[in-house]
């Protein structure tokens, strides 16, 4: 899906809020290990529909997903802790997903930088 690029103020402006929560997002990744994303979540959903149509709104779809494929590797993590054998393993898929929020949102602050979509 190719978006075109016409920057207006209203644009220039979504731009800007997602660029603070791709900020957000790695702040709470940093200091609460993303447990704190949740704010920054409800302000995707808030402000997404108003960037329908344009490269803006791939960037908060994609932190949407993001943060629930997020939750989604914690919890699998968390029913592996319960078992003692899952110990080890629980803290492999806790780093995992980390490590892989982390990329995504670095890799989204560098794709809406460069005023580029996310993927579906």
Known sequence: ???ETVFDDKLQSNKDLAWWLYLFQG???VFSLGLLSCLPLIANYIKRGETEGT???????????SFWF????????????VTVIG??????????????KA?????????LS????MPV
Not at 70 to 81: A, D, H, P, R
């Open 1 to 3: 899906m190719a978006f």
């Open 27 to 29: 702040v709470c990744l």
């Open 55 to 65: 490269f803006v709104y791939s960037h908060h779809r994609w932190q949407i997903r």
């Open 70 to 81: 997020y939750i989604l590797w914690l919890f699998i993590g968390g029913v592996l802790w």
């Open 87 to 100: 110990m080890p393993v629980a803290v492999l898929v806790w780093t995992g997903a980390w490590i892989w």
């Open 103 to 111: 990329y995504r949102i670095i890799k989204g602050w560098i794709e």
């Open 114 to 117: 460069n005023n580029k979509a």
